[in-house]
């Protein structure tokens, strides 16, 4: 596309599916996919004074403090590949501060799109989640099994995916939800994220086919 790169910000509470519509979404239009969840776990994963500090919170399903979250973000913004390629954000802004850092440095997405899922759906996909450690594929006993017996034998569940957990993270996750969308109320775009993850990245997809005609045509207008 011969426009300026696509700006994308994605959200949603716990397992409405980000994760898995980001990685289609990167892979059909390059953008660079940014999620500070992947980030962070990298950084526990490492062993890293970040994660060791990030560690803590992330167990409790808690939020990281903004200082060390926004401070990776704007770090990973900041490289060339992002200007190049454009941004795909994941899970990034999550609080009214974060929010306010994004306006204070001038970066705006061209759209947000949110994934509206029931409570209920999110807390069964949160209790079924699995993740393959080798490819770090993320996989639903019931909803999106694997296919082979090697690779089920390999899943891990991750501690936050407990019933009691997932009840904590999404409310935590509501409330914050309510200070951040009014920052990005003109540029919200809500998909229903209780379809099958194909159908739902169609609508997405074409929502940003409508953008990257726009952005062209601006650029061409100017
Ligand atoms: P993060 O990794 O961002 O966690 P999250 O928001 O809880 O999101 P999840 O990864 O749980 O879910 P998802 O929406 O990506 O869904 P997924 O595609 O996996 O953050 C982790 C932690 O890091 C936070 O708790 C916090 O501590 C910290 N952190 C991160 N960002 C921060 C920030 N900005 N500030 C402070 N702290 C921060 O799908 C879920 C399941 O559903 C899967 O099993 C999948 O197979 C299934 N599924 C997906 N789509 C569908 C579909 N359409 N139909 C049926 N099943 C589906």
């Known amino acids: 596309v011969a426009g300026e790169p696509l700006k994308v910000m994605i959200s949603g509470a716990p397992a409405s599916g980000k994760g898995t519509q980001c990685r289609m979404i990167a892979e059909k239009y390059g953008v660079v996919h940014i999620s500070t969840g992947d980030i962070l776990r990298a950084e526990v994963a490492s062993g890293s004074e970040i994660g060791k500090k990030a560690k803590e919170y992330m167990d409790n399903g808690m939020l990281v403090p903004d200082e060390i979250v926004t401070d990776m973000v704007m770090t990973r913004l900041s490289l060339p ?54 490819t770090g594929q993320i996989y639903h006993l019931k909803n999106h099994p694997p296919v082979t017996n090697e690779i089920s034998a390999r899943l891990i569940t991750s501690p936050n ?62």
């Open 81 to 134: 590949d992002v200007k190049e390629r454009g941004w795909l954000l994941d899970g990034y802004p999550r609080s009214f501060s974060q929010a306010q850092s994004l306006q204070r440095a001038k970066i705006k997405p061209n759209i947000c799109i949110l994934l509206d899922v029931p409570d209920e759906v999110l807390i069964d996909r949160c209790v079924g989640r699995r993740m393959d450690p080798v």
């Open 161 to 222: 995916d407990t019933p009691e957990k997932a009840e904590a993270r999404l409310a935590i996750y509501k409330n914050n939800a309510a200070a951040i969308l009014p920052t990005y109320v003109d540029l919200l775009r809500k998909v229903d994220g209780n379809r099958p993850k194909e159908v739902v990245f169609e609508e997405i997809d074409s929502l940003l086919q409508q953008i990257q005609v726009h952005v062209v045509k601006s650029k061409n207008d100017r």
